[in-house]
Every structure is written in C-alpha cells, then in structure tokens.
C-alpha cells in the first residue's frame, strides 16, 4: 500500500503503537510518522505508507498547531499530567489576566530548554532513557519560534489555551516556565494537535474508522491524501511516456510542462506519482526519488 494517510491518534498510544496498528490493518510493513507525539497527546499524525516513505526527506519540518490545558499548582518531572510531582500543591489566586499576562512573552523567537524526559539525544542517547536510570539530563537549549499563544479560558485551577508552534518545540516546556514565572509550578494537562504543516484534523482518520477495512487496501488507499495536494510548495508535472521511462531508469529527461521550480512532482496521469525530479536546465529533470 502507499500513500499518505493522516491518523486522529487516540491518548494512550505512542507514535510507534500507531504505526504498528497501520502494519496490521494494511499489512504493508514500510510505514513512517512525519512527527512524534507524546502518548497523551492526541490528534494529527501524518504517516507515509509504502514507497511513499522515500518521500519523508522532502516534508520540511513544519509549525505545529495544538489545543490543550495548562494545570496550575504544582510542576510535574515530565512537565505533563503523566509526571510525578515534583513539588507541594499551592494554593492558586489566580485571575485570568494574570495568566493572560505571564503567558504574553511567549511569542516569537526565543531559547527554550526541553523537558528531561524527552527525545532530545544526549551524547546519542535520548534524554528520557537517562532520566528514567535517574543519570543527570545535561540539555541545551534551541531556538523556537511561538506564532501564537492564547490563553482562552481559565477555570479553578486549569487554563484553557491554543498555541502554534515551529517544529522541534516543546509545548510541555512553555507550559512548565508559564508555572515557574506565576510562582506556582504548572504542568500540561492534555494535549491535542489541531495541525502539522498543510495537514489538519479535516484530513484525520480514526483508527477505530479503519478497523472494518481491514486488508482492503484500495479502500485504504481511497483515504489517503491525493499525491497531487502533497509537498505544495513542487508543482505537479505531468510526463509522457519516453519521459517517466527514462526518469523510471534513472535518466535524465525533458518533461513536456515547463517549470522554473528547483524540483517537481513526476505524475503518470492524475494519481500515480512517479517520483521527484531536480531541474537541471530548462525543460531537463534529473529524478532524486523514484517510487519505483
């Protein structure tokens, strides 16, 4: 099977159990998620299916957009409700402008640390491993961008927000500082991902809406994504027949619609996507991915 199939991944689940459910369903062993998220996290996960996986270099890591809650109170290790505490509950006097106003500088550009446990690689090895065999997390911080942040509600002791993010960012650390400047600790309570890049929730399939096509590949297919709304920023080239024969092999080769674009999507027709070609002067294209 392939193509690109864009998962609503239910709590509970990690990145990884989703794909192993795809295998099981589609029986198509070649599968990759463009993105983890954590598993309390829930929402867009967009995976590559089949020859489709030689396609991930090409997905640029794109803003994320997510909705969640905030709890305030007491930080967690994790910087999430799946986390021990690491301090005493507080007692809260907070408004909602309060937060509204501690929340204002998380915007833009800025250093942020990642949380402990988390996949950033120390010395090879993920931080989560090391911080669950209780060694010391020694992380650095990176350069993140936060389009928006907005606090939209703020009930008791749980904030409502809506954040967008640039990929690589940590919306469990945005909320644990947001704790630290209140003086209060805070920790993510839930998590959803509204959007990945041009992928969002309208495009999302359930697994539980999989489940009944089972081995029914075309109807699998028939889900995903049309190969031409993929990579938007590639025009979709249309080849002949002597055209994608060459470019199949290898070869260079002129394609009939011109385009100045660096690289372009290769089509036999309207659904079959051939691969990606770099131009290499004028009309003439050099294939970098075939899907065979």
Request: net charge neutral.
């Amino acid at each position: 099977m392939n193509g690109l199939l864009v998962i609503d991944k239910p709590g509970g689940m990690t990145s990884h159990d989703v794909v192993s459910r795809l295998r099981k369903l589609t029986g198509e062993k070649s599968i990759g998620h463009l993105g983890t998220l954590d598993p309390m996290a829930t929402g867009v996960l967009p995976l590559l299916l089949g020859r489709y996986t030689r396609l991930a270099q090409y997905f640029s890591s794109a803003e994320k957009s997510y909705t969640g809650t905030i709890r305030f109170g007491f930080a967690t290790d994790t910087y999430d409700a799946e986390g021990q505490a690491s301090g005493p509950l507080v007692a809260l006097s907070l408004t909602l402008e309060q937060v509204r106003t501690a929340a204002a500088r998380f915007h833009g550009e800025m250093e942020q640390m990642p949380p402990p446990y988390s996949a950033k690689k120390i010395a090879g090895t993920p931080a989560y491993k090391l911080a669950r065999a209780g060694k010391p997390v020694e992380l650095k911080t990176a350069r993140v961008c936060i389009a928006s942040f907005e606090i939209v509600s703020f009930d008791g002791a749980e904030a409502g927000f809506a954040m967008s993010i640039s990929a690589g960012g940590y919306v469990r650390s945005v909320a644990h500082e947001l704790g630290q400047d209140l003086g209060c600790g805070a920790h993510l309570g839930s998590l959803r991902r509204t959007q990945a890049g041009v992928f969002t929730l309208a495009d999302a399939h359930t697994l539980e809406e999989l489940q009944p096509l089972a081995g029914n590949v075309d109807a699998l297919e028939a889900l995903c994504l049309h190969p031409r709304s993929l990579l938007p920023h590639m025009p979709s080239v249309t080849g002949d027949d002597h055209s994608l024969g060459r470019l199949r092999n290898g070869g260079q080769a002129n394609l009939p619609e011109f385009s100045s674009a660096p690289l372009v999507k290769v089509f036999a027709g309207q659904r079959e996507l051939v691969g990606i070609a770099k131009r290499v002067a004028g009309t003439l294209f050099q294939p970098v991915a075939v899907m065979g």
